[in-house]
């Protein structure tokens, strides 16, 4: 359709072959830049790129620090979906530059931004340390006490099961992007570090969800969340914070009536 | 902060029982007193048959849990619409003071009616 | 915990001592701003705070209930005045409006309680219509009960 449309009107407007087809295999990027000894704010820059099929954004964005603009910046390593350092706002839409397809933006033009939700460095690179306090606070590691005495704890494929899916997070930030309530509440832990937890929580290894629980179990914590549910749609890795955060909910709700309805129990 | 932190779990749980009895029985409620009767799709009971109705203990019962219930989930839901939609976390133990209370006082309203009846 | 908070808030809020030390020379970093409008134009985001608006409309329906049960105790001339009310187009009009977003908060709760509720039967998690759908059935059976005996005692 928007091919057909274009060729139309090019033909009309009497332009040469060659123009037709160029037409046909760039895209327009526009590109946030920012740069903090310059600008005052971030504006859009535009670049033509060729449209490859097997091209990501990240390629385009490669393509044009390596062609066009070697000024602009931007994070990646991995170009395969594991390092999670390359997510930016795809027209709007939080999403790994290294997993979405040029091709799938044609006839453009594309619109690239740093995520959303976090300060800016500069370009497309974002400021994550507040982030990583966060993952912090939900002491995202194996809390145990003691040995057994034999060396490794063995775990059952069932037992793996229980938090797997929480365990594939690549800490991209695509949730956090997506999420209004770490937009307006800068002290909110978050969907992905919250999924961390919860995570642990569920590993049979783990004894901390007692302690966890006391510092997560706060208005900046689990309760902060009001289940929009962007984050699980949003999570190129499936983790599903959104769900995590509710079952989550459900086990503070059960420990805060236990220790209501007795509180002469432990705790 | 910290008191928030030990009652939180409590307006949750409020507010997940009201989210379901709300999800159950209010449609059907307001369906029947709100749409069907007034527009005649369906006769309402007659004024005894209805306050005889009103009057069992299972239906008392029953009407309570649909009044009070939801009016917790209310109170929690719109707390947070409240702050996130607006912006006015600043406001937080007005906002906080006004659900709840509206919560409770149709509780109380509910009860003393269905005391009544 | 509190100064963990302060500092979070601290790093997130800009320049300040108690931000990260690798942060501490960084040049000015750009803060996008978040608009009071930020649930309009993003449909996702409009769907969400449409569903929790039906909190609106939960309180009306229940306002509404009170109303009706007050009038019942009044006797049989408030009772009339009481459907008389509910009849005038306002009313209808307002009641319309609280049904569909009843719905809208009867089907999301539905929809959203088996992401809530991890159910493994025999080390599988129960699949979502498992948990939704008795749900669902129970929200008809219980609505045709209750029509039931509204129309049967009429
Ligand atoms: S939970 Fe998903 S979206 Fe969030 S950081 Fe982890 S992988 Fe990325
Ligand atoms: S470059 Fe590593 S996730 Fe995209």
Same mark, same amino acid.
């Given at each position: 359709?928007?091919?057909?449309?274009?060729?139309?009107?090019?033909?009309?407007?009497?332009?040469?072959?060659?123009?037709?087809?160029?037409?046909? $295999?760039?895209?327009?990027l526009q590109v946030s830049r920012y740069s903090p000894e310059q600008d005052l704010e971030?504006?859009?820059?535009?670049?033509?790129? *060729?449209?490859?099929?097997?091209?990501?954004?990240?390629?385009?964005?490669?393509?044009?620090?390596?062609?066009? =603009?070697?000024?602009?910046? !931007?994070?990646?390593?991995?170009?395969?979906? $594991?390092?999670?350092?390359?997510? %930016?706002?795809?027209?709007?839409?939080?999403?790994?530059?290294?997993?979405?397809?040029?091709?799938? %933006?044609?006839?453009?033009?594309?619109? $690239?931004? *740093?995520?959303?939700? !976090?300060?800016?460095?500069? =370009?497309?690179?974002? @400021?994550?340390?507040? !982030?990583?306090?966060?993952?912090?606070?939900?002491?995202?590691?194996?809390?145990?006490?003691?040995?057994?005495?034999?060396?490794?704890?063995?775990?059952?494929? =069932?037992?793996? @099961?229980?938090?797997?899916?929480h365990s594939m997070c690549i800490n991209c930030l695509l949730c956090y992007a997506a999420c209004p309530i770490s937009g307006l509440d800068p002290i909110f832990i978050g969907p992905a570090a919250l999924a961390l937890a919860h995570? %642990?929580?569920?590993?049979?290894?783990d004894q901390g969800s007692a302690e966890r629980m006391a510092t997560l179990s706060h208005p900046d914590?689990?309760?902060?969340?009001?289940?929009?549910?962007?984050?699980?749609?949003?999570?190129?890795?499936?983790?599903?914070?959104?769900?995590?955060?509710?079952?989550?909910?459900?086990?503070?709700?059960?420990?805060?009536?236990?220790?209501f309805l007795m509180p002469w129990g432990k705790r | 902060?910290?008191?928030?932190?030990?009652?939180?779990?409590?307006?949750?749980?409020?507010?997940?029982?009201?989210?379901?009895?709300?999800?159950?029985?209010l449609p059907v409620h307001l369906f029947i007193f709100g749409m069907a009767v007034p527009l005649h799709w369906i006769h309402g009971p007659a004024y005894n048959l209805l306050l005889s109705l009103a009057q069992m203990p299972i239906a008392r019962l029953y009407l309570f849990v649909m009044c009070s219930l939801p009016l917790f989930h209310f109170a929690h839901r719109f707390r947070y619409t409240l702050y996130d939609g607006l912006q006015i976390k600043h406001l937080n133990e007005v906002v906080f003071a006004s659900c709840y209370g509206i919560a409770v006082l149709g509780t109380v309203a509910a009860g003393w009616l269905l005391w009544r009846i | 915990m509190d100064s963990a908070a302060a500092r979070a808030r601290a790093s997130a809020g800009g320049h300040s001592q108690t931000a990260p030390a690798y942060t501490e020379f960084h040049p000015r970093w750009y803060r996008p701003r978040i608009?009071?409008?930020?649930?309009?134009?993003?449909?996702?985001?409009?769907?969400?705070?449409?569903?929790?608006?039906?909190?609106?409309?939960?309180?009306?329906?229940?306002?509404f209930t009170l109303f009706q049960l007050w009038s019942l105790s009044q006797g049989e001339v408030a009772y009339s005045t009481f459907t008389r009310r509910a009849s005038s187009p306002i009313m209808i009009a307002l009641n319309v409006i609280a049904f569909g977003f009843l719905l809208l908060h009867s089907i999301t709760w539905f929809n959203l309680a088996p992401k809530a509720m991890a159910v493994r039967v025999s080390g599988k998690r129960l699949p979502a219509i498992l948990i939704s759908g008795p749900q669902f059935l129970g929200w008809f059976a219980i609505s045709a009960i209750v029509l039931w005996i509204y129309m049967v005692r009429t």
């Open positions: 359709m928007a091919a057909g449309g274009t060729r139309v009107r090019t033909a009309n407007s009497d332009r040469s072959e060659s123009i037709t087809m160029a037409r046909n $295999i760039d895209i327009e971030p504006h859009l820059q535009s670049y033509r790129v *060729p449209i490859r099929d097997e091209w990501v954004i990240l390629d385009a964005l490669n393509y044009v620090k390596d062609k066009i =603009d070697g000024t602009l910046t !931007f994070r990646w390593s991995c170009r395969m979906g $594991i390092c999670g350092s390359c997510g %930016y706002m795809i027209n709007g839409e939080p999403k790994l530059g290294c997993a979405t397809f040029l091709k799938d %933006y044609a006839p453009g033009p594309v619109k $690239i931004e *740093p995520l959303r939700n !976090f300060p800016i460095v500069r =370009d497309l690179v974002i @400021e994550i340390s507040d !982030f990583l306090e966060k993952l912090k606070k939900v002491k995202p590691w194996l809390i145990h006490e003691g040995s057994n005495g034999q060396g490794e704890y063995l775990q059952t494929p =069932d037992q793996l @099961e229980q938090f797997r899916q995570r %642990y929580n569920k590993d049979s290894r914590g689990i309760w902060g969340c009001t289940f929009v549910g962007e984050c699980t749609r949003v999570c190129p890795k499936h983790v599903d914070p959104a769900g995590a955060i509710q079952q989550y909910k459900l086990a503070a709700a059960m420990d805060g009536m236990k220790s | 902060m910290e008191a928030k932190k030990s009652h939180e779990p409590i307006f949750w749980t409020l507010f997940s029982a009201g989210g379901v009895v709300a999800a159950l029985l | 608009s009071t409008y930020w649930w309009l134009g993003r449909w996702p985001y409009v769907k969400f705070i449409l569903r929790e608006l039906s909190s609106v409309a939960v309180a009306w329906t229940v306002a």
